[in-house]
């Protein structure tokens, strides 16, 4: 039977028992959790560091020069990241997506790409390999990236207005400098390049139809995201949520004809629109108006080894014990404890806060989208 995992105490990284029903047999294959949800897509945060102070995510106020990073020897090694991205797609994961923080901040975030890129799904397919990033540095990597094997890039991209944007990402960074980085990425052959805009009432609202019409030229996925109450540090309020009715509605007042798309697998979490003289498609995420959790298939991995089965977790099991333990434990020991989270996973944290069973409390602090990733 294999190590118990060690809880840790702060209060950021709060651990629960690893489930240990299924630590005395051998666990293979695709898992199901409770709710009979296959783990199909695994993110990695590879740094809880960002050169931006976006105000939903990583604001001033709390993310200041005092605050506290993880040490770099409290990270996961490349050699770690990519043992345990090997027993997950073991398990039947089919996606790998590279977060943060922002990731690129990660020095030789290169070769770990090029030794995830080599693993292959169980059907002998390539892993479907993607990362996230605020486009800071994406022009001078997009290059680099490619040719260490990464497939797509998702650009962060709050408004196409300079005052507005910088408004967003506090840190004086102009919209130029991402529309560098995605040209660049587009170029390199890293796309369809997906562009994220989070929407925050009375803030950049008034970017939604300015963005879809600066778009639409190109091929990129354009994706309009409500503004979700990830973390304890954002001081989310309903108030400042664009619906994603709200946003459809402002598209079509602009006159935009769109038509719905089919999503394109299970667990897909944008609904998609095309219009007739787009080159690209729009998408709109609604995890705060219309809960998607009923077909979500995400685990999450933190940059020191944190597992997580929810976006808007509180707790997660710690990996590290198993990982750095004097007595090295065997991958079949990993795979099995990765099986007890996933099995027992009940969450559907979106569904009930719709529903109006679940309101988050200060004794359930969330983790940070910064340490999780997105």
């Not at 922002?102 to 030789?108: S, T, W």
Request: some cysteine; glycine content about 8%; hydrophobic content about 40%.
């Amino acid at each position: 039977m294999t190590e118990k995992f060690i809880p840790i105490t702060d209060v950021r990284h709060q651990a629960a028992p690893l489930p240990t029903a299924e630590l005395e047999q051998t666990v293979t294959g695709q898992l199901l959790d409770s709710l009979q949800r296959p783990l199909r897509d695994l993110r990695i945060s590879v740094t809880d560091r960002c050169n931006f102070r976006c105000v939903y995510c990583m604001p001033k106020e709390i993310f200041d020069q005092n605050y506290r990073y993880l040490p770099h020897a409290d990270l996961l090694s490349f050699e770690e990241i990519t043992r345990l991205a090997r027993i997950f797609v073991a398990h039947g994961v089919k996606k790998i997506r590279l977060t943060g923080g922002e990731p690129l901040l990660r020095k030789n975030i290169e070769q770990l790409i090029s030794m995830l890129s080599g693993l292959r799904t169980q059907d002998g397919s390539p892993i479907d390999l993607s990362l996230t990033t605020n486009g800071s540095l994406l022009a001078k990597k997009a290059v680099s990236l490619k040719n260490a094997g990464l497939g797509r890039v998702t650009v962060s991209l709050d408004a196409i207005s300079d005052e507005i944007f910088k408004r967003m990402n506090d840190v004086d960074y102009s919209v130029d400098q991402v529309l560098a980085g995605i040209a660049a990425a587009e170029a390199a052959g890293l796309g369809p390049v997906k562009v994220n805009m989070v929407v925050k009432a009375g803030i950049n609202d008034s970017q939604i139809v300015p963005m879809a019409e600066y778009f639409k030229h190109s091929a990129h996925i354009l994706r309009f995201i409500e503004y979700m109450d990830v973390g304890a540090s954002n001081g989310w309020r309903m108030g400042e949520v664009v619906t994603a009715d709200q946003i459809l509605q402002r598209l079509q007042q602009a006159g935009m004809l769109l038509t719905a798309l089919d999503a394109n697998y299970a667990g897909e979490t944008a609904r998609r629109w095309k219009h007739q003289q787009y080159a690209g498609e729009i998408g709109i995420i609604s995890s705060v108006t219309q809960a998607f959790c009923g077909d979500c298939s995400r685990i999450r991995l933190s940059t020191e080894g944190q597992l997580y089965t929810c976006l808007f977790a509180t707790r997660g099991y710690d990996l590290r014990p198993l990982l750095r333990a004097a007595r090295v434990s065997s991958d079949q020991e990993l795979a099995n404890g990765i099986a007890g989270v996933w099995q027992q996973r009940d969450d559907r944290y979106s569904e009930l806060r719709s529903s109006g069973l679940s309101t988050p409390t200060s004794a359930d602090k969330k983790i940070e989208m910064s340490y999780i990733g997105g």
